[in-house]
């Protein structure tokens, strides 16, 4: 089974500064998606930004982007200009077996300081 | 439009009793996915239907655990003779189609067993 790994439990950054959350994947499949989910505490999982594994240009998405480097499999989320309502758990997930499924990493608490 | 509702929100169950969490996907959604998220964890993949079909249940726990989408709409995950382990909040996904498209998830049911 696939592992994901975001190496960082905690990050915290000022608000309207930039922060890079990691992501790492292990997949043996060619063909796959990659998601960028947060969950607020009110645990609604929020899509963020998506990647098609076939495609080299990076995703983005207003004050996001991603950092997508298919061979390393790594996965990286670029919050720019910082926002208090960025606030959230943040999970990085790329789909297996045919994208009938997805697999999450542990989370990344992101915290915004004023 | 209206988004993935669960229900209820909050299950407290006592060690051994049966309990059934409801999905209402989004309308129309032909894919329903069902995860588990332990306290601090990333959700885990539980099973997934493609319509009234279980395509894919191999992330259930035990046969204590059985989900059915008899009409290919909503859905329902019901535990049988629960256990303190199956504490965790319960996640519903949809998804449009059977291809490789985002899945919109519920705010989910969390259940605590005592």
């Known amino acids: 089974a696939q592992t994901v790994t975001q190496s960082q439990p905690e990050m915290s950054v000022q608000e309207a500064e930039t922060v890079t959350l990691s992501c790492t994947y292990d997949?043996?499949?060619?063909?796959?998606?990659l998601f960028w989910y947060k969950q607020p505490p009110s645990r609604q999982m929020i899509l963020v930004i998506r990647?098609?594994?076939?495609?080299?240009q990076n995703a983005t998405e207003n004050r996001f982007s991603v950092n997508f480097q298919k061979a390393a499999k790594s996965f990286s989320l670029k919050i720019s200009d910082s926002q208090l309502g960025d606030a959230a758990m943040y999970f990085c997930?790329?789909?297996?077996?045919?994208?009938?499924?997805?697999?999450f990493g542990q989370g990344t608490r992101l915290t915004i300081n004023p | 439009g209206a988004g993935v509702s669960q229900s209820p929100r909050y299950k407290v169950a006592k060690r051994g009793q049966d309990v059934a969490l409801r999905c209402d996907p989004i309308?129309?959604?032909?894919?329903l996915f069902w995860y588990q998220q332990a306290l601090g964890q990333g959700p885990e993949f539980l099973t997934y239907f493609q319509n009234e079909a279980q395509l894919d249940k191999s992330g259930l726990p035990s046969d204590r655990f059985f989900a059915e989408r008899p009409e290919g709409s909503v859905s329902t995950l019901k535990i049988q003779r629960t256990q303190q382990e199956d504490s965790a909040v319960y996640l519903c996904a949809s998804r449009p189609t059977v291809i490789q498209e985002t899945q919109y998830f519920g705010p989910g049911t969390r259940l605590l067993v005592l």
């Open positions: 997949t043996s499949e060619s063909d796959y998606y």
């Open positions: 990647q098609e594994a076939y495609k080299q």
């Open positions: 309308s129309g959604h032909v894919s």
């Open positions: 997930a790329p789909t297996e077996q045919g994208a009938q499924k997805l697999v």
